[in-house]
């Protein structure tokens, strides 16, 4: 990962040794990825599953076929993506919390089923789809910079009949939370917020931690889970290993516990990570998921 003020070095996810892609013409660094999962047990007992199956055209070309088959039991989201960016648009890339969070999400109906959800800094969009397969609606949402709102509904076009939810494409600027007031209608009924690998900057981290503090403020109470991989350097400072963006995250999280007590019970801990593995990627030690709960007094 590149340094915070160095956002002309390229970065490239460690998430892209495990998909399959292909290039897409015309586009510049774009490439389509299909990433592998296996249904859980209660998806592939559903009248209403909607099971899908990865093929190729005459010329090669991955495409898509879906058909409701209550037999099969593995699937495929289809996502285009950047294979390399800038650390202003890594948004623009698969990361490893994505495919972890989607995880939980799988391994977890009775939270994300018929729920009204609300993704921060969705990226391409490939975790709030998965959530699309159990939620009522989903609202994807993310700085409106670069393709990424265009491409994010491009990839909900894609897996739109794997999907079940009812999906929203949103502006939510971290900096600017005038993108909130104009998004109040699709939000008002949000229980459910989640967030994936979205801190990798401290000055990033505060307007993140200051932005689910607006939004689990209203009501009605909302838990969130924040999803991110520990990103370790070696410092001379310290002279060892450490993971400075996820302690400064620790020290934002004790920020949030204190706010508005007069209003909010808040609940903040660490969910286990022991849940079963869906998709295809490396799950490691430092995959870490928080769960942060809001009651309004």
């Known amino acids: 990962m590149a340094s915070e003020d160095s956002e002309e070095l390229t970065v490239t996810s460690e998430v892209h040794h495990f998909s ?3 290039v897409i013409d015309g586009s510049s660094g774009a490439v389509l990825s299909r990433f592998d999962f296996v249904y859980p047990p ?15 055209d005459a010329d090669g070309d991955l495409q ?3 058909k409701n088959n209550l037999h099969k039991k593995e699937g495929v989201v289809l996502i285009e993506h950047q294979s390399a960016t800038t650390l202003d648009l ?32 969705s990226g391409v969009g490939l975790t709030s789809i998965v959530a699309g397969m159990l939620a009522k609606k989903v609202v994807i949402t993310d700085v409106d910079r670069g393709d990424i709102l265009t491409l994010i509904d491009r990839n909900v076009e894609r897996n739109r009949d794997l999907m079940k939810a009812e999906i929203l494409v949103k502006e939510i600027d971290f900096y600017d939370h005038a993108t909130i007031d ?18 990798y900057h401290n ?37 060892d290993t ?56």
């Open 20 to 22: 399959k892609e292909e």
């Open 42 to 56: 209660y998806m592939t007992s559903c009248e209403d599953s909607k099971i899908m199956k990865a093929v190729t």
């Open 64 to 66: 898509v076929t879906r």
């Open 90 to 121: 890594v948004g623009e890339q698969v990361w490893r919390g994505a495919l972890f969070l989607a995880d939980f999400i799988l391994h977890h109906p009775e939270i994300f089923k018929n729920a009204n959800i609300l993704e921060l800094a």
């Open 182 to 199: 104009e998004s109040y209608e699709s939000l008002k009924d949000i229980s459910v917020i989640m967030a994936a690998d979205t801190i």
């Open 203 to 239: 000055q990033l981290t505060d307007q993140f931690f200051k932005t689910i503090l607006r939004l689990m403020s209203e009501p009605p109470n909302k838990t969130m889970y924040v999803a991110l991989e520990k990103r370790f350097v070696f410092t001379v400072e310290d002279m």
């Open 242 to 297: 450490v993971a400075p963006c996820y302690d400064y995250f620790l020290d934002r999280l004790d920020w949030l516990r204190c706010q508005n007590l007069s209003t909010i019970n808040w609940t903040v801990e660490e969910v286990p990570i022991d849940f079963k593995q869906y998709f295809i990627y490396e799950k490691n030690r430092h995959l870490v998921m928080w769960k942060i709960a809001a009651e309004l007094k």
